[in-house]
């Protein structure tokens, strides 16, 4: 796990092996990172071989070519960053596959940050407002097309990365800005599934960014019940903004 505290953004992030994989002696397929301007997660499809290394060179490589974004060419250069990542995935990883969802922030002067993201497959980010009550405390910035698939498998097998050839003609990107007191969660299906469910959950995750003391060990903490109820491996990383 690795938390980072970066100008107005604290970032943190963490993973654990579901029961289902540890029973069945098989590797937490997920992976994360994050740094000073970024966040990503992947969530290896396990039904392919190789899936926790397809997840791993998918958010390494994110991060490296986050860094080359010039912000007045986002769409076109998110879409070639793309692109990049299936084809690293795809040879390192063969025939592993991966779903990713990851946000990056430019440099800015205000306290309020924009940011853009992308998102393929059913890893998901929401936008957090502890300020908010009820169910509006989280939204949904991304929202996979499997869920509604009649075939939802084979659809996330389709928006995967690590295909010979990448099919994507646009990149699924997301946008926005992230006020103060304001964060970003990006996970996979692992804690996602059990969020939706667990208004409980809910609570202990908006609770400790309330806080603003959301560190490793919470975040750890309420990866731990999702995993319990999914029994998946489940991935998070967090962006706060702390101005």
């Keep these: ?15 654990l092996r579901g029961t289902a994989h540890i029973n069945e002696g098989k590797p937490n397929q997920d992976a994360f990172q994050v740094g000073e ?8 499809v396990g039904s392919t071989r190789n899936a926790e290394l397809a997840s791993r060179s998918a958010v390494e490589c994110f991060a490296r070519g986050i860094r080359r974004i010039d912000v007045n060419l ?8 793309l692109r990049s990542i299936n084809d690293e995935v795809y040879v390192r990883a063969m025939p592993g596959l991966t779903t990713l969802v990851g946000v990056w922030f430019p440099p800015w002067e205000d306290p309020a ?9 059913d890893s998901r980010a929401y936008s957090i ?3 908010r009550a009820g169910p509006d405390r ?22 995967s990365v690590g295909h010979r050839q990448f099919n994507q003609g646009t990149c699924p990107m997301f946008e926005g800005e992230l006020s103060v007191g304001e964060a970003i969660l990006l996970c996979s ?6 969020l939706e469910g667990m208004p409980s959950l809910q609570d202990m995750l908006v609770a400790s960014i309330d806080t603003r003391h959301l560190r490793q060990p919470s975040l750890k903490a309420v990866l ?16 706060y903004n702390d101005a």
């Design 37 to 44: 301007d970024f966040a990503a997660v992947a969530d290896g």
């Design 74 to 81: 986002v769409r076109r250069q998110m879409l070639n960053l």
């Design 189 to 194: 299906d692992g804690l996602w599934g059990a």
């Design 138 to 159: 989280l939204r949904v910035l991304t929202m996979d097309d499997a869920q509604t698939h009649k075939d939802h498998r084979m659809r996330i097998l389709e928006t």
């Design 224 to 239: 731990q019940i999702a995993g319990k109820a999914s029994r998946d491996d489940a991935t998070a990383a967090v962006v």
């Design 113 to 121: 940050r924009p940011f853009w993201g992308l998102s393929l497959g």
């Design 129 to 131: 407002d502890p300020a």
């Design 1 to 15: 796990m690795t938390g980072r505290e970066v100008a107005m953004l604290h970032m943190v992030g963490a993973t």
